[in-house]
């Protein structure tokens, strides 16, 4: 049966005549009664005996107004979801992050998002931009953070990237290193210490820098989470270099951080499905991630 058509009917059983019905859906007469036919044509039975006094249901029709008033209710009910949501009062975004992003970037946007949206349910995982990626396009999240040294990720085409900023990369030395006085160090000054190094694309940059600089580092440890890298070099067992969001984060306070022009950037962004920010939730929360604008 179109369900149409039985709405239609509903609107009639309950107002009593055609006439009473065609004024409350705004038809004329005859468009309802040819909507009746149709649908009594599909049931196969009368649904409603006509007379001048009004309408009478049969026995087949008290059956399906008894079903009709279930649909229009749970189209009422589904009405009312599709207005909290565009209205913001539900909804819920899946995020994933890279492991100073969830440190940095998520936590100041969710107290943005709960203060404004309070119903907005949000879901965090942490993971590295190619795990994000793939977890993003096979619609397992709504929302990734990732980034690119030296520049935007690679973009495959599949997925929207929207920028979020520019941070340095800054070299981490412990405490009593011989160039921990200097305010800048070179690069090729440290070309005889142990390094450590970070996530695989971290730790890349890593070993693309020092060969600009001339040398070859030797990386004795390895590890994707900054504190334990920072750990690792206040006990002195190796320097290393690490993003300003990293730091800012966390910062060892038995290590110095210093700046090195050869160190470059990194890029940092959010990655989506097109179309996916139209979801009210889902903008509201990468509204409350743009940088401020002057």
């Known amino acids: 049966m179109d369900p149409r058509r039985v709405l239609v009917f509903r609107t009639v059983?309950?107002?009593?005549?055609?006439s009473a019905a065609a004024r409350e859906l705004g038809w004329t007469q005859p468009a309802v009664s040819q909507h009746l036919q149709?649908?009594?044509?599909?049931?196969?039975?009368?649904?409603?005996?006509?007379?001048?006094?009004?309408?009478?249901?049969?026995?087949?029709?008290?059956?399906?107004?008894?079903?009709?008033?279930?649909?229009?209710?749970?189209?009422?009910?589904?009405?009312?979801?599709?207005?909290s949501l565009a209205q913001l009062r539900g909804g819920r975004v899946r995020i994933i992050a890279f492991p100073s992003a969830a440190a940095t970037i998520v936590p100041a946007a969710l107290r943005l998002l709960?203060?404004?949206?309070?119903?907005v349910e949000v879901g965090m995982v942490e993971a590295e931009p190619p795990e994000t990626w793939a977890a993003i396009r096979e619609g397992e999240a709504d929302l990734g953070l990732v980034f690119g040294y030296d520049g935007p990720p690679p973009d495959d085409g599949d997925l929207t990237w929207i920028p979020l900023g520019v941070e340095p990369v800054e070299l981490v030395l412990p405490a009593d290193h011989p160039a921990a006085?200097?305010?800048?160090?070179?690069?090729?000054?440290?070309?005889?210490?142990t390094w450590i190094g970070g996530c695989p694309r971290c730790r890349q940059h890593l070993v693309d820098c020092c060969r600009a600089a001339g040398f070859e580092p030797r990386l004795a440890h390895e590890s994707d989470d900054y504190v334990a890298v920072q750990a690792l070099v206040a006990a002195?067992?190796?320097?290393?270099?690490?993003?300003?969001?990293?730091?800012?984060?966390?910062?060892?306070?038995?290590?110095?951080?210093?700046?090195?022009?050869?160190?470059?950037t990194r890029h940092v962004g959010?990655?989506?499905?097109?179309?996916?920010?139209?979801?009210?939730?889902?903008?509201?929360?990468?509204?409350?991630?743009?940088?401020?604008r002057p």
Do not use: K
């Open 13 to 18: 059983a309950r107002a009593g005549s055609l």
């Open 38 to 83: 149709r649908l009594e044509r599909e049931a196969g039975t009368p649904l409603l005996v006509r007379s001048t006094r009004g309408v009478t249901l049969t026995e087949a029709g008290r059956l399906l107004l008894g079903r009709a008033d279930a649909v229009a209710g749970e189209l009422h009910m589904a009405a009312e979801e599709m207005a």
């Open 114 to 119: 709960r203060r404004d949206h309070p119903s």
């Open 181 to 193: 006085s200097r305010r800048a160090v070179r690069l090729a000054e440290l070309a005889e210490d």
């Open 236 to 264: 002195g067992l190796g320097v290393t270099m690490l993003p300003r969001s990293a730091l800012d984060a966390f910062q060892h306070p038995e290590v110095v951080v210093r700046s090195s022009a050869t160190l470059g």
């Open 270 to 292: 959010l990655v989506h499905r097109p179309g996916a920010d139209q979801v009210p939730a889902t903008r509201a929360l990468v509204e409350r991630m743009l940088p401020a």
